[in-house]
């Protein structure tokens, strides 16, 4: 059944202001909630997060007293919505907890839309990003067992693999190879747009998380981790917010973004099995059904564009969490040697590659230590490798413990 | 129907730039358009983006239109912009009508038509720092961007009038001087009106400056009346 948000009801900006008690819900069971609600509540936080940032953005580029004002209303009912989203992660999650669900976010979002994007290039960039974070999944997941004598499996549990990707020490490009092509407003299918929005902000969180976390830690090894792969999510930002149409207005920008929170949380709501997890899905649909009405009224008036002119009839097709182990496989059997050459891709190790390897590597590489001090610790890496041997034979366990 | 923005329901299609994707369904090779007015002579590629661009800059015409008809303070010029937006809007349709009838694709947005537009849409979005401006000022810079778009028409209009002229005579070159002369008193109308309009109202506040007092108040009291009702959404 197709849903247009235009066409929905929602609620009032008036109505949507929430108490203190009603911001601090409470946080999910850590030990009871499913992989993938972990994972739809951190997506949700990152998507809020940047309409957040965004938000502000525009402020700062105007001076229309009605603008600001009904960016101002807006920007702090999402922040209350933020608040609600990101305070479901209990406290009694680690840090690296959290951090496996980042990575888990960052896999199967990534290949879920990798497989419904239309656009070839796109969906290449994508498959790109998406060997590189199940690359970090591996290494946190060592990480966690060394520090906190857990594993990985006990937070995705058997829906993701983990085992290497494209690894981290090979992610590390000049700057200027991380940039990529953009979508064009006029043609690109809704869904592209709407997944790069996505992925952009899915990212930019996790980019802000390591910023802030990483120093959180006395062991130089997780301190020097997070650093390492906090600068490769500086990349994949880099990338990722390429694809956007940089032509789009600031009220265009504004709409769409509204436009996905009410995909996602459309999305999520259809999915999530939490009942009372859901509940704030679909609260929050109808909170931004609201926010979108403001924002189109602002598009009419300041952009002298009506809504339908720039958005679909309906919806796409849902957004969902799922295991995506064999497309993962395929993708890692035929990319994991891929590299960028300014806005393309390359299988060769050029000479711009080589020399930024050679540089940011030349002191050690953490992302490789945290696997040498687990086979030191417990005799092998960490593994959860659900469908057979690694697809790429040089990065099976024994393999790969040879050639480090 | 005319159509004022370019989206896949509309079936666009573009040649994309180096620095634009675009999915192979959508895309215009570089060659494409070759047979575009061949009886011309000229370039039908070139031709094809430059048709491209000047339909697309009436187009946004048509959004700028739109937001100053909701933000003018004056209701003359309210009422003024309402009537250029439907004579724009029908431009649009004469522009649409020359290219399908050429034998191209008024869906096609070319990278000349992205160009156009991001200039286009920076004139709309300058119009977001009217906050520093008294409604008698905004209402100033609102037909100054109306002129400058109202200038870029006559120039489209200009070239068209160039290239009619360079066309080996024929069928393409007798629609290019017929769309020229549907086209041509529009454009000079809009910017003639544009120019006349700001003298009229420079003289008439350097001259007399307890008019422009007059004007001001009452500008100031609609102004606020709008802001107490949430805006004229309308215009």
């Known amino acids: ?404 | 129907m005319p159509v004022t923005v370019v989206r896949p329901e509309t079936g666009a299609v573009i040649r994309p730039g180096p620095m634009v994707t675009v999915s192979p369904l959508r895309e215009v090779a570089e060659d494409d358009y070759g047979d575009l007015a061949r009886d011309t002579g000229l370039h039908g590629p070139f031709l094809a983006d430059q048709l491209s661009a000047f339909v697309a800059h009436e187009r946004k015409r048509v959004s700028l239109l739109r937001t100053l008809r909701a933000r003018a303070d004056n209701p003359g010029l309210r009422s003024r912009y309402g009537e250029l937006e439907s004579e724009t809007f029908q431009a649009i349709g004469i522009w649409e009508r020359l290219i399908e009838s050429l034998g191209g694709n008024p869906q096609y947005a070319s990278p000349a038509g992205r160009a156009v537009e991001a200039l286009d849409t920076k004139t709309v979005e300058a119009l977001l720092l009217s906050g520093s401006a008294d409604p008698e000022t905004f209402d100033q810079t609102g037909l100054r961007a109306f002129a400058a778009a109202a200038t870029q028409s006559g120039l489209n209009v200009r070239l068209l009038a160039a290239l009619a002229r360079g066309a080996d005579k024929g069928t393409s070159r007798d629609l290019l001087e017929s769309a020229l002369r549907e086209l041509e008193p529009t454009a000079r109308g809009h910017a003639d009106w544009a120019g006349e309009k700001l003298e009229k109202i420079a003289i008439s506040h350097a001259k007399h400056p307890a008019v422009r007092k007059v004007a001001q108040a009452a500008e100031r009291m609609t102004a606020k009346a709008r802001s107490v009702l949430g805006g004229d959404r309308d215009g």
């Not at chain 1, 996602?264 to 929050?284: G, K, N, T, V």
């Not at chain 1, 390897?357 to 490789?368: F, I, L, R, T, Y």
């Open chain 1, 1 to 404: 059944m197709s849903f247009d948000p235009l066409h929905e009801k929602g609620i009032a900006l008036d109505d949507q202001v929430r108490n203190w008690s009603e911001l601090n819900v409470a946080p999910y069971d850590r030990n009871e909630v499913d992989p993938y609600t972990r994972c739809r509540v951190i997506a949700m936080n990152g998507i809020e997060v940047e309409s957040i940032l965004f938000s502000h953005q525009f402020n700062r580029h105007t001076d229309v007293s009605e603008v600001k004002e009904v960016l101002a209303e807006s920007r702090a009912l999402e922040q209350q919505q933020q608040k609600v989203v990101n305070w479901l992660i209990p406290g009694d999650e680690s840090t690296l907890e959290v951090t496996l669900g980042y990575e888990q976010v960052a896999v199967d979002l990534t290949a879920w839309l990798a497989r419904s994007e239309p656009d070839p290039y796109l969906k290449q960039t994508y498959d790109f990003g998406l060997v590189e974070d199940f690359d970090h999944l591996y290494r946190y997941a060592n990480l966690y067992e060394l520090l906190e004598g857990r594993t990985a499996e006990g937070i995705v549990q058997q829906l993701t693999e983990v085992m290497p990707g494209r690894p981290t020490a090979n992610e590390h490009r000049h700057p200027r190879d991380n940039i990529r092509r953009h979508l064009d407003a006029h043609t690109t299918d809704p869904r592209s747009r709407l997944h790069a929005i996505t992925i952009t902000a899915a990212e930019q969180q996790t980019m802000n998380f390591y910023m802030n976390i990483g120093n959180r830690y006395m062991e130089p090894l997780a301190r020097s981790l997070y650093a390492e792969i906090a600068m490769v999510e500086e990349e994949h930002v880099t990338q990722y917010e390429s694809m956007l149409d940089p032509a789009e207005s600031w009220f265009e920008q504004l709409v769409q973004h509204e436009y996905n929170e009410c995909y996602m949380y459309y999305s999520f709501a259809a999915q999530e099995p939490d009942r009372r997890i859901r509940d704030i899905w679909e609260l929050h649909l109808a909170m931004e059904i609201g926010q979108l009405q403001a924002a189109t009224e602002l598009l009419k008036r300041y952009d002298g564009r009506e809504p339908e002119e720039i958005l679909p009839t309906a919806l796409p097709e849902p957004v969902r969490f799922e295991p995506n182990k064999e497309y993962v496989r395929d993708i890692l059997a035929d990319q994991v040697d891929l590299t960028s050459l300014g806005t393309g891709y390359v299988m060769d190790s050029h000479r711009r590659f080589q020399e930024r390897q050679a540089k940011v590597n030349a002191g050690g590489v953490p992302s490789e230590q945290v696997i040498d001090d687990h086979r030191q610790r417990f005799g092998t890496d960490y593994r959860l490798e659900t469908e057979g041997p690694h697809p790429v034979e040089r990065l099976r366990a024994e393999s790969y413990a040879r050639s480090t």
